[in-house]
T-cell receptor, first 115, second 110 residues
């Protein structure tokens, strides 16, 4: 059973470009979470999605950031017109909703560098 | 508003010693308290977790102590080893959202 798969592992973008980060949850998991980790800092919640639904996007910046989790395919975190401050590690986690199933499993992360 | 406060920010422990990391939370609606371990360049991995109806949980050298009335919980690593050197995050779950502490960088001296 493959774990949470994120790609790419490393992404370099010039200021103003778009960044697309992909996350394939573990098999059987229908819930996806995105977190951002700045250097020397903790993990900050961005968005929580179920298939075709955004459940909680309270941690998402109001502009330039969007996320989706379509019926088929991976979850996508999209950052438009990237700026240097967007440079960070972005982690995706997935969980299986059910009785007591509150463990979330993380991917290896995508390290975004904006130059 | 920081919902989960973690301390210390960094910790150095001699090999064989006990590492203790503390967390406090504010929202009594939290119903699950996991600890994650993160090595450099890797994603966080679930280490051990506890529910608020239990005061202590032990798995090998790792123990969570939970004080519901004080809204505090802590991770104890017994017989700490250099391989335990990592960043540790406490967390609290509410409505399927995981709220993390800021992390503790633990370094075990050989």
């Amino acid at each position: 059973n493959a774990g949470v798969m994120q790609n790419p592992r490393h992404l370099v973008r010039r200021r103003g470009q778009e960044a697309r980060l992909r996350c394939s949850p573990m098999k059987g998991h229908s819930h996806v979470y995105w977190y951002r980790q700045l250097p020397e800092e903790g993990l900050k919640f961005m968005v929580y999605l179920q298939k075709e639904n955004i459940i909680d996007e309270s941690g998402m910046p109001k502009e330039r950031f969007s996320a989706e989790f379509p019926k088929e395919g991976p979850s996508i975190l999209r950052i438009q017109q990237v700026v240097r401050g967007d440079s960070a590690a972005y982690f995706c986690a997935s969980s299986q909703q059910g009785e007591g199933a509150t463990e979330a499993f993380f991917g290896q992360g995508t390290r975004l560098t904006v130059v | 508003q920081q919902q989960v406060k973690q301390s210390p920010q960094s910790l150095i422990v001699q090999k064989g010693g006990i590492s203790i990391i503390n967390c406090a939370y504010e929202n009594t609606a939290f119903d699950y308290f996991p600890w994650y371990q993160q090595f450099p360049g890797k994603g966080p991995a679930l280490l051990i977790a506890i529910r608020p109806d239990v005061s202590e949980k032990k798995e090998g050298r790792f123990t969570i102590s939970f004080n519901k009335s004080a809204k505090q919980f802590s991770l104890h690593i017994m017989d700490s080893q250099p391989g335990d050197s990592a960043t540790y995050f406490c967390a609290a779950n509410r409505d399927d959202k995981i709220i993390f502490g800021k992390g503790t960088r633990l370094h075990i001296l050989p």
